[in-house]
């Protein structure tokens, strides 16, 4: 089986040689189909970097991006804008809503982007807010939402368009624990039963808990790897690896969700 996403030795520095940060130094891994991949860190280490560099926002210093075994590093144009459009999809910490739009318009912005026909738009769309738990608020407007809501309205706009990859950053960071419980299981039940492949940034135990395998970065390399053993390790169980691992990282988080 090929891997969906494939880094390798990817480098990205700033600023100037005689004080340069090594933000990235030399990153090699792969994700493959219906993987849920955490990737943690403490603040500084790379993760969000890495993140910006698969989804093509910056470009690494050096190393290669390969999606579905293409290389990123060559797109350009409307072969860089439909693998940003429909190769990828998004989920931010602080949901990035256009809040003069309906939960259903925005959800199906991307649709209207890449010319889908509306009744297959229409009918992804109601399949995604019944599993998400949306359908309520698919006419409401962003701030008529709760945060809870808000991130789940963002998850089906990232799931629409069916991409390869979820690229999740901090997807718990602005939610309270009952919204951050609920997001998380409605991930790892949209991985589980279809097979989305998700590669999440999180500095939170409690959500990384849910993943199936784990890599931390320190100082712009790979530090430790883990792996969830399932159905043998209780998702509590592995929590408490976790927080072993983070601690020698110098961070963690106290609560189980």
Request: hydrophobic residues 40%.
């Amino acid at each position: 089986m090929e891997p969906v996403l494939r880094i390798e030795s990817l480098k990205k520095y700033y600023g100037k040689s005689s004080n340069k940060t090594k933000a990235l130094n030399g990153i090699t891994f792969s994700v493959m189909p219906g993987e849920f991949l955490g990737i943690m860190g403490s603040s500084g280490s790379g993760k969000s970097t890495l993140l910006n560099c698969i989804a093509a926002v910056i470009s690494p210093d050096g190393g290669e991006i390969f999606m579905k075994e293409k290389g990123i590093h060559t797109l350009k144009g409307a072969a860089l804008a439909d693998y940003r459009g429909k190769e990828v999809g998004y989920l931010f910490q602080n949901f990035e809503l256009l809040d003069n739009l309906t939960g259903s318009e925005n959800i199906l912005l991307p649709l209207s982007l890449h010319k889908i026909s509306r009744n297959e738009s229409i009918q992804r769309m109601q399949q995604l807010a019944s599993y998400l738990e949306i359908t309520d608020v698919l006419n409401k407007f962003p701030s008529q939402m709760s945060g809870g809501q808000k991130q789940r309205v963002a998850a089906a706009r990232a799931l629409i368009l069916n991409p390869g990859i979820i690229l999740a950053d901090e997807p718990t960071g602005a939610l309270d624990s009952k919204n951050a419980k609920s997001l998380m299981e409605k991930l790892s039940g949209l991985n589980r039963d279809e097979s989305a492949t998700i590669l999440m940034v999180t500095h939170d135990s409690n959500a990384a808990s849910y993943c199936k395998r784990i890599l931390f970065i320190q100082d712009g390399v790979i530090f430790h790897e883990l792996r969830r053993n399932v159905p043998e390790e209780s998702r509590e169980e592995f929590y408490e690896r976790i927080l072993m691992v983070m601690a020698q990282l110098g961070g963690g988080s106290a609560n189980v969700l």
